[in-house]
């Protein structure tokens, strides 16, 4: 039994010493001439000019929130719109159980002010 997992072993055998011998290869063959530009801290073309552990503002996450609800809601209902017919009212009363817990979720993001975008 163990003879038919060869294959697969060997595989991952050969994927491992290619990856560390690129790696290797890289840490070898690469220039290495550090200046003060090429050390310095990288934010959209421009000095920083606050700290990096700085906190964002929340609707940031709201928005991402928001995405969420929506990629999910689309990701989720086109399967169910395929076999709409073949299914029975217990999936009709999940998604709809589905729905209303991104509806509570968009509620939410209205509420916070999330879609108001100044």
Known sequence: ?????????????????LGLILLLLGLI???FKPSKEKTAAYECG????????????????LVAILFIIFDLE???????????????????????VFLGILTIGF?????KGALEWE
């Not at 039994?1 to 010493?17: E, G």
């Not at 421009?46 to 996450?61: C, E, K, L």
């Not at 509620?107 to 509420?111: D, G, N, V």
């Open 1 to 17: 039994m163990l003879h038919s997992y060869i294959p697969v072993l060997m595989f991952i055998a050969v994927a491992l010493l």
């Open 29 to 31: 063959i690469q220039p």
């Open 46 to 61: 421009f000095p920083p000019f606050s700290d990096a552990r700085m906190q964002f503002d929340v609707r940031y996450y």
């Open 74 to 96: 689309i990701a989720f209902l086109f399967p169910w719109a395929v076999v709409i017919r073949k299914v029975g009212l217990g999936a009709l009363a999940a998604v709809l």
């Open 107 to 111: 509620i939410y993001e209205w509420k």
